[in-house]
T-cell receptor, first 114, second 112 residues
Framework: EPEVTQTPSHQVTQMGQEVILRCVPI?????FYWYRQILGQKVEFLVS????????KSEIFDDQFSVERPDGSNFTLKIRSTKLEDSAMYFC????????????FGSGTRLTVV | DAKTTQPPSMDCAEGRAANLPCNHSTISGNEYVYWYRQIHSQGPQYIIHGLKNNETNEMASLIITEDRKSSTLILPHATLRDTAVYYCIVRVAGSGTYKYIFGTGTRLKVLA
């Protein structure tokens, strides 16, 4: 069964450093998403991406965040200057179309900011 | 924008039906109810979804009340591998796409 692959599985970074989280969506999917889950809290929507541009972003997704599809296979989330409160599990997801029956989520990257 | 409320935890005996409730009293008419589950250290996994009618697939059944203010996910014969956090989700329309509004989840423990 096709999978969404996320790397690394765990990343530790110093406060103020830039971090890039990487995702390889399912190959024929066209819509891409990032969600995050702070430990003990709900999974929250960050951003959706289609046709090389952001479709929608949440209020969490401020100027410190950016997304990119640098080539035909990768989808990245960049945090420019990490803060302690950015520590969370970040999930990438993809779907074939906007109204797809379901999204396929990756296993997540646990980001720890120290 | 909390859309769903769920009990934080439930236990179920192996082989018995697990009934997981969810309240979504503020759901809009065109918003779907989705259920995903998250097994430890994995990403959320799709289970089932519905709008108005009850739905069944190979994993589970979804019962939605007529007023659509609540629903129940039913795992008909729970196994130990069904131990997970189950999320009731409302899918809301956004700008050209949709987004999931997750609930806080119910931690289901299936007991041998």
């Amino acid at each position: 069964e096709p999978e969404v692959t996320q790397t690394p599985s765990h990343q530790v970074t110093q406060m103020g450093q830039e971090v890039i989280l990487r995702c390889v969506p399912i190959s024929n999917h066209l819509y891409f998403y990032w969600y995050r889950q702070i430990l003990g809290q709900k999974v929250e929507f960050l951003v959706s991406f289609y046709n090389n541009e952001i479709s929608e972003k949440s209020e969490i997704f401020d100027d410190q965040f950016s997304v990119e599809r640098p080539d035909g296979s990768n989808f990245t989330l960049k945090i420019r200057s990490t803060k302690l409160e950015d520590s969370a599990m970040y999930f990438c997801a993809s779907s074939f179309n906007a109204g797809a029956i379901s999204y396929t989520f990756g296993s997540g990257t646990r980001l720890t900011v120290v | 924008d909390a859309k769903t409320t769920q009990p934080p935890s439930m236990d179920c005996a192996e082989g018995r039906a697990a009934n997981l409730p969810c309240n979504h009293s503020t759901i809009s008419g065109n918003e779907y109810v989705y259920w995903y589950r998250q097994i430890h250290s994995q990403g959320p996994q799709y289970i089932i979804h519905g709008l108005k009618n009850n739905e069944t697939n190979e994993m589970a059944s979804l019962i939605i009340t007529e007023d659509r203010k609540s629903s129940t996910l039913i795992l008909p014969h729970a196994t130990l591998r069904d131990t997970a956090v189950y999320y009731c989700i409302v899918r809301v329309a956004g700008s050209g796409t949709y987004k999931y509004i997750f609930g806080t989840g119910t931690r289901l423990k299936v007991l041998a």
